[in-house]
C-alpha cells in the first residue's frame, strides 16, 4: 500500500520539528532561520550536492556565464574606451571551469551554514506519508522521520514541448545549455520569458547567431509593454532575430544540429536550421511523487494552494517557492516564503507576501528590474494613472558607461502620488530597482521620492527624475 513502511524502513525514534524537503534558496535558507530559532531541523536533497536549481542550474551559473560575456563584450569593444587590446581570445572551457568553481564554493559554503545552525543534512528522495511523517529513500534504504511540520520546497523543472525530448546535445533546457562545451554558431530559442531572453542575451554576446521566438505578441510578456518593446528594439540592434506571433513546430535533429518549421506572425511558414535548440517554455511545480495525495493539501494545476502563512490546507504542511500558487518563480521568493514560514512555527510575528512589492530583475543587456502593477495593469484596475518616464540618454553615468538604451518608468496614482509600480530597462536596472522596492514597501510617496537627494553621478539619479517626469519636471531631458 502507498505510503507505509516498505520492508527495510528504519523509524527514526526522534522528532524533529521540521522537515524540509528541497535544499533551494528557499529551503535552505529557511533551514537557517530555523536553526536560529532553536527549531530541531533536518533538511532533504535529492541532489548530491546543496543549493537546488538556483545554485546549480539557474541563477547562479547563468549569471557566471553572463559576467564572461560582458568581460568579453569590454574586451572586444575596448577600442571605444579609449583601450587598445589586440587579439582577445575567448577561452570557453576556461568560463565554463570559472562557473563551476563557483557553484561548488557556494555548495560548500550552504552545507557550512547547515552544520553551524545545527541542521541535520539527509540526502535522498523525500516523500510525505502522512501528517507528521517524511519517508527518505536513501542510498541505505528508506528511513522514517516524525516531525511537528514539513516544508515542502521541492522548485520545478522546465516545462517541455509536448512530444519533444531534450538530449545532452542539441535540444537543450536551462541544464544542459549550461554545460556545452564549445559556443555554438547558432542557436534558437523557443520562449521569450526570463530564461529565454537572459540565454539570447548571453550566447549573442559570446558570439552566436541567436533567433528567439514566442508565440506572444511580445518579448518578457510579464513586464510593462514599454519594457518589452525597448528590449526588443535593443535585441534588433545587435542582431538578434526577434519573432514575436511565432510557433515553431515539426522540431527534428538533423546531422548538424536541429530543424524547426516556423510559422512566423505574417503567417509565413520558414524552416530554421540552426546548431542548438533551448526550449525556455516555463516551469512546472515538483509537486509529483512527493506524496501529497496522502495529505489534505490543495492544488492548483499542479501547484500548492497556501495561505498567509504558507500553510497548505494540511494543518502542519507548508510550501515555499515554485511548487506555490499565485507567487511568482523566483529565488527570493521562495526565500521571503520560507522564513514566513519557519516564523509561523516557531509562534514569531511575520509578514505575508505582498504580491505587489516583490522585485523582477532579468539580466538581459539591458538589464531589467520592475516592481508593482504594469500601467495597464494600473489602469485595468481603475487607477487615475500618472506615469513619469526618464530615459538613459539624460544620465551621465550612463554615458560614461556607453549604455544610453533604456528609460526608468514610474506607474503612480494621481490622486495621492502613490507609488504603484517602477519598471526600469537600462544598464544594471536589475540592481537600481531597490530603490524602488523599498521606497514602496516604506510607503513612500511620488513627492517623498522628488525630495530624496539622489547622488551625481550615478545611474539611480535616473530614478529621482523619473519620479520628477511624473509632475513634467525631469532637469536633464
Ligand atoms: P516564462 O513563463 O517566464 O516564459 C516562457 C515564455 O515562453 C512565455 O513568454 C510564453 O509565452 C512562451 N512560450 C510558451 N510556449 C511557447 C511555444 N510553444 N512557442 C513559443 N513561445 C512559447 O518561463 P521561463 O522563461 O522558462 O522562466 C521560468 C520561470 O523562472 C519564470 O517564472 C521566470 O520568472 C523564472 N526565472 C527568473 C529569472 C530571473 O528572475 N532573472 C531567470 C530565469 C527564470
Redesign the pocket.
Known amino acids: 500500500m502507498d505510503g507505509c513502511p516498505k520492508g527495510d524502513v528504519t523509524l527514526k525514534k526522534m522528532a524533529y520539528d521540521l522537515v524540509i524537503i528541497g535544499s533551494g534558496p528557499g529551503g535552505y535558507s529557511a533551514a537557517v532561520r530555523a536553526g536560529q530559532y532553536g527549531l530541531k531541523t533536518v533538511i532533504i536533497e535529492k541532489a548530491p550536492k546543496l543549493g537546488g536549481t538556483c545554485l546549480h542550474v ?2 547562479i551559473p ?1 549569471k557566471a556565464l553572463l559576467h564572461s560575456a560582458e568581460v568579453w563584450d569590454y574586451f572586444t569593444h575596448a577600442e571605444e574606451q579609449g583601450v587598445s587590446c589586440e587579439n582577445p581570445r575567448l577561452n570557453y572551457p576556461a568560463v565554463l571551469q570559472r562557473k563551476s568553481t563557483i557553484i561548488n564554493k557556494h555548495a560548500k559554503g550552504v552545507e557550512m551554514l547547515m552544520k553551524k545552525n545545527k541542521v541535520e543534512v539527509i540526502w535522498g528522495f523525500g516523500k510525505i506519508v502522512g501528517p507528521g511523517q517524511v519517508d527518505v529513500q536513501t542510498s541505505e534504504g528508506t528511513r522514517r522521520l516524525e516531525t511537528k511540520n514539513i516544508m515542502i520546497a521541492t522548485g520545478s523543472e ?2 517541455m ?1 509536448p512530444g519533444l525530448t531534450p538530449d545532452a546535445d542539441r535540444i537543450l533546457t ?1 541544464i544542459e545549455i549550461l554545460n556545452l562545451t564549445a559556443v555554438p554558431k547558432s542557436l534558437a530559442i ?7 531572453v ?1 540565454f539570447a542575451s548571453i550566447f549573442k554576446r559570446f558570439g552566436s547567431e541567436v533567433t528567439v ?4 505578441p511580445r518579448v518578457v ?2 513586464e510593462d509593454e514599454d519594457v518589452s518593446k525597448e528590449l526588443e528594439k535593443y535585441f534588433r540592434k545587435i542582431g538578434i532575430r526577434v519573432e514575436t506571433g ?3 513546430a515539426n522540431i527534428q535533429r538533423t546531422e548538424a544540429g536541429v530543424s524547426l518549421e516556423v510559422t512566423l506572425a505574417n503567417g509565413k511558414v520558414e524552416t530554421l536550421n540552426v546548431e542548438k535548440l533551448l526550449i ?4 512546472k511545480p515538483n509537486t509529483e511523487s512527493i506524496g501529497l495525495e496522502n495529505t489534505r493539501a490543495e492544488l492548483d494545476r499542479g501547484f500548492i494552494k497556501v495561505g498567509p502563512d504558507q500553510q497548505t490546507a494540511e494543518p502542519g504542511i507548508y510550501a515555499i517557492g515554485d511548487v506555490v500558487a499565485g507567487t ?3 529565488a527570493h521568493v521562495a526565500t521571503a516564503e520560507g522564513l514566513i514560514a519557519v516564523a509561523k512555527i516557531a509562534g514569531k510575528n511575520f509578514t505575508p507576501i505582498k504580491r505587489n512589492r516583490i522585485p ?4 538581459t543587456e539591458p538589464g531589467i528590474g520592475s516592481v508593482g502593477l504594469t500601467e495597464a495593469q494600473a489602469k485595468a484596475q481603475g487607477y487615475d494613472v500618472k506615469v513619469g518616464k526618464f530615459p538613459f540618454v539624460g544620465n551621465s553615468k550612463a554615458t560614461i558607461l556607453g549604455h544610453h538604451e533604456g528609460f526608468v518608468k514610474v506607474v503612480s496614482d494621481a490622486k495621492y502620488g502613490e507609488i504603484l509600480g517602477v519598471h526600469i530597462i537600462g544598464p544594471h536596472g536589475y540592481e537600481l530597482i531597490a530603490e524602488a522596492v523599498a521606497a514602496m514597501e516604506a510607503e513612500a510617496t511620488v513627492d517623498t521620492m522628488i525630495n530624496t537627494i539622489h547622488a551625481h553621478p550615478t545611474l539611480y539619479e535616473a530614478l529621482g527624475e523619473a519620479f520628477n517626469s511624473v509632475y513634467g519636471q525631469a532637469i536633464n531631458f
Open positions: 539557474g541563477c547563468t522546465a516545462r514541448i536551462n523557443i520562449g521569450a520569458g526570463a530564461v529565454g537572459e521566438l514566442e508565440m506572444l510578456p510579464v511565432a510557433k515553431a525556455a517554455v516555463g516551469r511568482p518563480q523566483l523582477g530583475a532579468t539580466y
